[in-house]
Nanobody, 124 residues
């Protein structure tokens, strides 16, 4: 099993940047595919980004492509989401997710493990 704890959320003006971190417990972090999701008020949770266990493969939602970058440091058991050129519509609770079965479960929105979420608010 793996436990996930997000950090780095906050309030930022439109056009600004934030970097989210997700610290994972367990000695097998480098065998998990990882992802980020978000949920805005009144909306369903949506996929944001995916990264393979090795970091060699990434997938992004069209809405964040070119602005967000997912990365991981397996030595630190941590995955990151660098968010640039933030827009008010990026305002949401951001969740880290993990799954041992790879891309399909994460990109498909059914990963086995979730973090508790961190709030990101972008003001106009």
């Amino acid at each position: 099993q793996v436990q996930l704890v997000e950090s780095g959320g906050g309030l930022v003006q439109a056009g600004g940047s934030l970097r989210l971190s997700c610290a994972a417990s367990g000695r097998t972090f480098n065998s998990y595919a990882m992802g980020w999701f978000r949920q805005a008020p009144g909306q369903e949770r949506e996929f944001v980004a995916y990264i393979s266990w090795s970091g060699d493969s990434t997938v992004y939602a069209d809405s964040v492509k070119g602005r967000f970058t997912i990365s991981r440091d397996n030595a630190k058991n941590t995955v990151y989401l660098q968010m640039n050129s933030l827009k008010p519509e990026d305002t949401a609770v951001y969740y880290c997710a993990a799954d041992r079965n790879g891309r399909s479960r994460v990109v498909g929105g059914t990963p086995g493990y979730w973090g508790q979420g961190t709030q990101v608010t972008v003001s106009s």
